[in-house]
């Protein structure tokens, strides 16, 4: 079955950094896959969607890279602030229908001053 | 211009009853998709309706429905409630087509069964 994989244990790295988090998917071929952003409490907020043909995106501080070869997907946040400190989601379409996202469980950011 | 609105933001029911949540998506989008969020299985897809047709489905047992209406306003309904239903339902709104641009999501309800 299809599968998402992001790193479980919370990721921790000291203001300045850049951290790179990493979804990797097993048994499927996604169009596109997108990274969100989810504080506590409230609703993931988009920040970037790459599409399979695409091999890197960049939006202000962050990038994003799709390796379709490798399943991989890496997104990486350059010069890391304590505002940052969220949980990451990634996610990716469900090619048998319209906008049905499959996320991974997200991996905790933690930026320390 | 407004976001994507969810009502209520809390909710406690008791096992057996049934509820009805309403998400109000972005004006101009048409697609309003929902997801149950636990802290054991992450986000799930429940479903999907555009111009108020579901055109997708995720994995929930029946009792777990939804509507959209005309004003792309959705609301869904889960009846019977267990308490394993406890969660923080999210609602999405796009503009519909494959491949969206992202999804714009609401801040969610949280419902409790007791």
């Known amino acids: 079955s299809q599968k998402i994989e992001q790193n479980s244990e919370a990721l921790n790295i000291q203001e300045g950094k850049t951290a790179t988090l990493t979804c990797n998917y097993t048994n499927y071929s996604p169009a596109y896959l997108q990274w969100y952003r989810q504080d506590p409490g409230r609703g993931p907020v988009f920040l970037l969607l790459i599409r399979e043909n695409e091999k890197e995106k960049r939006k202000e501080r962050l990038k994003v890279t799709f390796d379709t070869t490798l399943k991989q997907s890496l997104f990486h946040i350059t010069a890391s602030q304590p505002a940052d400190s969220a949980t990451y989601l990634c996610a990716l379409d469900w090619a048998g229908g319209y906008n049905k996202l499959i996320f991974g469980a997200g991996t905790r950011l933690a930026v320390h001053p | 211009k407004a976001g994507v609105t969810q009502t209520p933001r809390y909710l406690i029911k008791t096992r057996g009853q049934q509820v009805t949540l309403s998400c109000s998506p972005i004006?101009?989008?048409?697609?309003v998709s929902w997801y149950q969020q636990t802290p054991g299985q992450g986000l799930q897809f429940l479903f999907e309706?555009?111009?108020?047709?579901?055109?997708n489905k995720g994995n929930f047992p029946g009792r777990f429905s939804g509507r959209q209406f005309s004003n792309s306003r959705s609301e869904m309904n889960v009846s019977t409630l267990e308490l394993g239903d406890s969660a923080l339902y999210l609602c999405?709104?796009?503009?519909?087509?494959?491949?969206?641009?992202?999804?714009?999501f609401g801040s969610g309800t949280r419902l409790t069964v007791v």
């Open positions: 999405a709104s796009s503009s519909g087509g494959q491949g969206a641009d992202g999804y714009t």
């Open positions: 004006s101009g989008h048409r697609s």
């Open positions: 309706y555009f111009s108020e047709t579901q055109r």
